[in-house]
């Protein structure tokens, strides 16, 4: 499975952005896809999660409200929505694809060991 993804840039606080992750290859051994972000002098960091054919979703405290994980299959992308975007957003943001497991207890998912194919990083700045 390879993934790319794109839709980072610079926005001002409060503003909206949406990241876009387009599998490819074996996607039906695809789980779910999960989302990471990494700020400079940091440790990489979950931000969300949800399955690939069904309704679940999680989030991490910081961004539960504000940001939105979806997906179309028809496209084979997944898709982060992040509204009321804050300086403290400012990172390098990757997605990742997991096959292990079947995402019944969601929250293991916050676990980036648990995703085996992983994107590049799109850079995302948050200006105050």
């Known amino acids: 499975v390879q993934l790319q993804a794109f839709g980072g840039g610079l926005v001002q606080a409060g503003g909206t952005l949406r990241l876009s992750c387009a599998a490819s290859?074996?996607?039906?051994?695809?789980?779910?896809m999960g989302w990471f972000r990494q700020a400079p002098g940091k440790e990489r960091e979950f931000v969300a999660t949800?399955?690939?054919?069904?309704?679940?979703?999680d989030y991490a405290d910081s961004v539960k409200g504000r940001f939105a994980i979806s997906r179309d299959n028809a496209k084979n992308t997944g898709y982060l929505q992040m509204n009321s975007l804050k300086p403290e957003d400012t990172a390098v943001y990757c997605c990742?694809?997991?096959?292990?497991?079947?995402?019944?207890?969601?929250?293991?998912?916050?676990?980036?060991?648990?995703?085996?194919?992983w994107g590049q990083g799109t850079q995302v700045t948050v200006s105050s």
């Open positions: 949800g399955t690939w054919r069904g309704s679940g979703t």
């Open positions: 290859g074996r996607t039906f051994t695809v789980n779910g």
């Open positions: 990742a694809a997991s096959s292990t497991g079947s995402f019944s207890r969601i929250t293991y998912y916050r676990n980036d060991r648990l995703y085996k194919y």
